[in-house]
């Protein structure tokens, strides 16, 4: 082998959460209780990210509901629904995300798609879920406008919420009968991927009619001339060639389809200050090319920051998730193909996508949290991943029929490393649709009309927006490092130190209903007034233990 690169819905649970803010003399005498959540730099590794179908999110504005004639029936689950850039940038303004803790947007690929349908074997279908990409330089019109986008990126930064872009570098959208192929030396049609090793996982098509970059080559190849059409009839051709010619006069790379793209996706970096990628299709691209992405998104986020000083993010580097598909966080810094190693950290990617979660939620908290732990600040130590319970291409996520969902939320929102909440997880929307078939079936209409009349999807809400501000207000939570204090009742602490500036938090579960009495020696001092975020009580420490008699299966507890 070669190396390219070295059971309920409600279950009974308790939160207990711990931080400390002390006099700067106190610090100096123990450093590891300091705690201020001013002075906390955030943590990509504590991230609370939401991740979001656009088109399936909210409908923010109906005049662009029906674009290039997309107006044929699909199959169910399959056609544009109406979503928009508007409608989320609704959502933000009304405090939704801030609600749920979130700390970063991930929304699919907002570029213009593929005009007409394709039948993949599942039934007629649009390019809705924003993966098939026809031109990356702009947007469809289904999605929004430039000005949506641009003011989407503002109002979510006025309101402490990153943006992470989701980005193809992979493949096209597929051809029909209104779009064409791009030129062959753009893209291969064949052969179609086996994924039996590393070849025929990266120079191949994924699927058929799905037209692959050649992310290989480093030949210079000249414009798609329905591209350059395209960009003539929007008025638009001159000010393209202009950007591309300084682009290349500046980097020095050939002008090999790769670059073209990279030099597309890096333009809304230094347009919108955009924080960071997510990269799709990661493991069915040469790893090389993302070191180069990395490289230029770095440039134009610099750009940006040196034009807008007043950013709220302008310290903060840029940030890059890979989807290596069936990477699990047990591989390490490594992915398997097969007769190759990749390490795709090594490629200036900070996170992976932990297709692992799914199965380690099955097993108790002191195993996942354990593990995670000892892994993060082990081999993994400087990177991370991040985990989730259910996603848009998964057809086997955790909980697939929504019957443990308070506990998946308490498992996901809990455990060591960033957390992806897929839109509709703290909602219970469902994941198997009547006469969906596929990946259909995980892309349903979020659910507002459940969130507004239902008690019990309402009540699954509250939890993901308590367990969800509470990580976001501690870093320790994903970022920590894991020790149990206790193992009955199940009692743990978690630690983390940035230079001057710590975080501790300690957190029991599965604890009785009943009053609950905890040491916290050496966490709190005597006399400290501690609340329950959970309930809205509050105690104080006395002889190093507090106690709360809340009735409720959860405490979250912190200085008053």
């Known amino acids: 082998m070669k190396t390219k690169s070295a059971p309920s819905i409600q279950i009974l649970l308790l939160v207990i959460a711990v931080f400390m803010l002390v006099p700067a003399c106190t610090s100096e005498k123990n450093p590891s209780l300091a705690r201020s959540a001013d002075e906390l730099a955030f943590s990509w590794n504590n991230a609370n990210i939401y991740f979001l179908l656009t088109d399936r999110f909210y409908n923010g504005d109906l005049s662009n509901d029906v674009n290039f004639d997309r107006n044929k029936s699909t199959a169910v689950n399959r056609g544009f629904q109406g979503g928009d850039l508007a409608g989320v940038t609704k959502k933000i303004k009304e405090g939704y995300f801030n609600e749920l803790g979130i700390t970063a947007l991930w929304m699919t690929p907002f570029f213009e798609q593929i005009h007409g349908q394709v039948d993949e074997g599942t039934g007629e279908t649009y390019g809705f879920h924003g993966y098939w990409a026809k031109d990356w330089t702009a947007l469809d019109p289904n999605f929004g406008t430039m000005e949506e986008l641009a003011e989407l990126i503002e109002t979510a930064h006025a309101h402490g919420i990153r943006i992470v872009m989701d980005v193809v570098i992979n493949h096209t959208g597929p051809v029909t009968d209104v779009d064409p192929v791009w030129p062959a030396d753009w893209v291969?049609?064949?052969p179609r991927c086996t994924f039996a090793d590393y070849k025929h996982t990266v120079t191949c098509t994924l699927v058929e009619n799905l037209p692959d970059i050649r992310t290989e080559s480093e030949e210079a190849v000249e414009l798609p001339p329905a591209l350059l059409e395209k960009w003539e009839k929007e008025g638009r051709l001159e000010k393209e060639l202009a950007e591309l010619d300084a682009f290349f006069e500046e980097t020095g790379y050939p002008r090999a389809p790769k670059y073209y793209i990279i030099k597309w996706l890096t333009d809304y970096v230094k347009k919108f200050g955009i924080n960071g990628y997510r990269l799709d299709t990661a493991k069915h691209t040469e790893e090389g090319v993302w070191k180069i992405l990395r490289v230029e998104a770095d440039k134009a986020i610099n750009a940006w920051n040196e034009a807008h000083p007043d950013s709220p993010y302008a310290e903060e580097p840029f940030y890059m998730v890979g989807e290596v598909y069936n990477y699990g966080i047990s591989g390490g810094h490594f992915f398997n193909f097969g007769d190759t190693l990749v390490d795709f950290y090594a490629e200036g990617i900070?996170?992976?996508?932990?297709?692992?979660?799914?199965?380690?939620?099955?097993?108790?908290?002191e195993q996942i949290f354990s593990k995670y732990s000892d892994l993060l600040n082990g081999d993994l130590e400087g990177n991370g991943v991040l985990n989730y319970i259910s996603s848009h291409d998964d057809g086997g996520p955790f909980d697939i029929r929504r019957e443990r969902t308070f506990e998946a939320g308490t498992k996901l929102l809990l455990c060591p490393g960033?957390?992806?909440?897929?839109?509709?997880?703290?909602?219970?929307?469902?994941?198997?649709?009547?006469?969906a078939s596929g990946d259909a079936n995980l892309r349903s209409f979020m659910n507002w009309d459940e969130l507004a009349s239902n008690t019990e999807t309402a009540a699954l809400h509250t939890h993901f927006s308590k367990l969800g501000k509470f990580r976001s207000a501690h870093p320790a939570v994903g970022a920590g490092t894991h020790q149990v204090l206790s193992e009955t009742p199940y009692i743990f602490k978690r630690s983390y130190m940035e230079g001057n500036k710590s975080d501790v938090v300690v957190i029991g579960l599965d604890l009785p209903l009943e009053p609950v009495k905890i040491s916290v020696e050496g966490i709190f001092e005597d006399g400290s007034v501690l609340k329950d975020a959970y309930s809205g009580l509050s105690a104080s420490v006395e002889n190093g233990f507090v106690e709360f008699n809340t009735g409720n299966p959860i405490l979250l507890i912190g200085l008053f």
């Open 350 to 365: 900070d996170h992976l996508i932990n297709f692992e979660f799914k199965y380690d939620a099955n097993n108790s908290y």
């Open 188 to 190: 291969r049609t064949g």
């Open 418 to 435: 960033a957390s992806q909440v897929y839109y509709g997880d703290e909602t219970a929307r469902p994941l198997i649709v009547e006469g």
